[in-house]
């Protein structure tokens, strides 16, 4: 979208955002970024154990997840979905203690792997590690919200690799068939750990799929913000309005390895990371907005000084966090009941049960 010559009302109005949603909006692409980062930093200090990156998908991530209702739809991320997370109304302390498994975690009290990250609060189902299952929760959230009439839309994400899944197949076809209230999104990075996307499907767009099951499907610039925040309200009208399911395919970067355990330049050329690099959503949309006239110099330095804090308070918070009681590790493996009124920080269990001791 050419913005240079729009002021910041007319790009505001062209997407039906004010000045200050877009600048919330590059508050939180910047901060996950400034998170991102920081974890990789622990990471190599010794201090985490694994960091799976959400470097280049932030932007998508933002847009997508802006036009649903905080604390009453509900969201099945992945292990990149750090923005997601945070959009939908995560903290970075929140983020930050999953990193660290502590025992105030409320992803899972330190029980998920890193970057399995979930909320009770905020409708966030927690990420599953076999890869592309979150499709089959969210069409069954889908289901339920249908059944109970509660106008709720559930939406998940995945990458373009996870999608070959059979799972995604048979999710798919139901909730299109019921026309349930869903929203898949796919984040295509072009690879699946070291595999590239020639050699994952035969086909030039997953989006081309949806044909297949008789819904729409959207290809986007997933590194375009106010793109992928055009396609996701359409689709998370359509679902709400009984339209039934959409599939968004979002075209991102992937600017790390798949994780810290993985050195991408092993695989990929140094001029096809260049070109990556050009593509990245962080500065991009911080060049939109700016020659809108809405982020300003004053603005960026308010937005970089507060991002710092941020995450150095989570930091700080994190580290002083205790771990979990080993006693407790088999604890929630089985039903039970947490035995105290107050719900359990990582927030599955009941309150005011009995809990027997292992
Ligand atoms: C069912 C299953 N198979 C394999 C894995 C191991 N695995 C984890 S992430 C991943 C790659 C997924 O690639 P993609 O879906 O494109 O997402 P990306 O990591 O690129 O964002 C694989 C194979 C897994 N977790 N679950
Ligand atoms: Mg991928």
């Excluded at 994400?157 to 929203?183: C, R, T, W, Y």
């Excluded at 930091?315 to 493996?333: G, I, K, L, N």
């Amino acid at each position: 979208m050419a913005v240079t010559d729009r002021n910041a009302s007319h790009l505001g109005d062209a997407v039906g955002l004010t000045d200050e949603q877009l600048i919330e909006m590059y508050r939180l692409v910047a901060l996950t970024r400034a998170l991102d980062e920081r974890m990789w930093v622990l990471n190599r200090a010794g201090r985490i154990p694994f960091v799976i990156s959400g470097q280049g998908h932030e932007g998508a991530q933002v847009a997508i997840t802006w036009p649903l209702r905080k604390q009453h739809d509900w969201v099945a991320p992945f292990y990149r979905s750090i923005a997601t997370c945070l959009t939908f109304g995560m903290s970075p302390r929140d983020i930050l203690t999953a990193q660290y498994a502590t025992a105030s975690d409320p992803s899972s009290g330190g029980r998920q792997m890193p970057g399995h990250y979930g909320s009770r609060e905020h409708n966030l189902v927690s990420v599953s590690s076999p890869v592309a299952t979150q499709l089959l929760h969210a069409v069954g959230i889908a289901l339920a919200a249908k059944v109970r009439g509660t106008d709720q839309v559930a939406m998940t994400f995945m990458g373009e690799g996870s999608s070959n899944q059979g799972d995604v197949h048979e999710g798919l076809n139901f909730a299109a068939i019921h026309k349930l209230p869903f929203v898949f999104v796919v984040e295509n990075n072009g690879y699946a750990i070291s595999v590239p996307w020639a050699r994952e499907l035969a086909v030039e767009d997953v989006a081309s799929r949806a044909a297949g099951y008789g819904i729409p499907g959207v290809v986007v610039d997933g590194t375009d913000v106010l793109a992928c925040y055009g396609a996701a309200t359409e689709a998370v009208d359509r679902a709400r309005s009984g339209g039934g399911p959409t599939l968004i395919e979002a075209k991102v970067t992937r600017l790390t390895g798949h994780s810290s355990d993985d050195q991408q330049t092993k695989y990929r050329s140094e001029e096809e990371l260049a070109s990556e690099k050009a593509r990245d959503p962080l500065p991009k949309f911080r060049a939109q907005l700016t020659d809108a006239g809405i982020l300003t110099e004053e603005v960026l330095g308010r937005l970089a000084a507060e991002i710092t804090a941020v995450v150095d308070d989570a930091t700080e918070y994190a580290e002083s966090q205790p771990d979990p009681d080993p006693s407790t590790a088999m604890r929630w493996v089985y039903a039970e009941e947490w035995p105290s009124e107050a719900p359990p920080p990582w927030g599955f269990g009941t309150a005011g049960g009995h809990a027997e001791e292992h």
